[in-house]
Antibody, heavy 120, light 108 residues
Framework: QVQLVESGGGLVKPGGSLRLSCAAS????????MSWIRQAPGKGLEWLSY????????YYADSVKGRFTISRDNAGNSLYLQMNNLRADDTAVYYC?????????????WGRGTLVTVSS | EIVMTQSPATLSVSPGERVTLSCRAS??????LAWYQQKLGQAPRLLIY???TRATGIPARFSGSGSGTEFTLSISSLQSEDFAVYYC??????????FGGGTKVEIK
């Protein structure tokens, strides 16, 4: 079955960096576009970034553009999010999500998320 | 950026009742609208896409309707496992992909 497992979250000081990973299994990873989406404590969902199957097309939300970098390793079935210059308002649970095959850019599988806390 | 607005923020409902949740887009998204369910401490689960197509394994008591800027998610007879937060998401005009603020369905 499809599994997405995020890791790499933790406590980091403002201005610091973290690299999140998402290990994918149960499907042919290279066949699917992927995204990162986050949820601040008690808040709604915020889309962050999107990467095409081989990384040729990448999009970012304005809130993270220039600070976050999405990438993928199809041989290793992994998705990454490099986060630099972190701010307090980046505190959130970060989810990786798999784009559904049909019907547009929506997400049929999500990981359980990894918590990033930015605090001094 | 298309702004998605959900109402109400919270719905207090008794099990067995029918509920209707609303989602409004700041401009037309055609039928490029999805609904997700999120239970406490869990990842979101896809319920509906294309405004009205149920995702795989979603019970028939969930239905979606609408087009353009006005959408609804209905649950015909609320079960105990349906108490959750529901989000809409547009994918017609992106980036960015945008979500509504959510509607919490709680036990009355």
């Amino acid at each position: 079955q499809v599994q997405l497992v995020e890791s790499g979250g933790g406590l980091v000081k403002p201005g610091g960096s973290l690299r999140l990973s998402c290990a994918a299994s149960g499907f042919t990873f290279s066949d699917y576009y992927m995204s990162w989406i986050r949820q601040a404590p008690g808040k709604g969902l915020e889309w962050l970034s999107y990467i095409s199957r081989f990384g040729s097309t990448i999009y970012y939300a304005d809130s993270v553009k220039g600070r976050f970098t999405i990438s993928r390793d199809n041989a290793g079935n992994s998705l990454y999010l490099q986060m630099n210059n972190l701010r307090a308002d980046d505190t959130a649970v970060y989810y990786c999500a798999k784009r559904q095959t049909l019907g547009g850019v929506l997400f049929d599988y999500w990981g359980r998320g990894t918590l990033v806390t930015v605090s001094s | 950026e298309i702004v998605m607005t959900q109402s109400p923020a919270t719905l207090s409902v008794s099990p067995g009742e029918r509920v209707t949740l609303s989602c409004r887009a700041s401009q037309s998204v055609s039928t490029n609208l999805a609904w997700y369910q999120q239970k406490l401490g869990q990842a979101p689960r896809l319920l509906i896409y294309g405004a009205s197509t149920r995702a795989t394994g979603i019970p028939a008591r969930f239905s979606g309707s609408g087009s353009g800027t006005e959408f609804t998610l209905s649950i015909s007879s609320l079960q105990s496992e349906d108490f959750a937060v529901y989000y809409c998401q547009q994918y017609n005009n992106w980036p960015p992909l945008t979500f509504g603020g959510g509607t919490k369905v709680e036990i009355k």
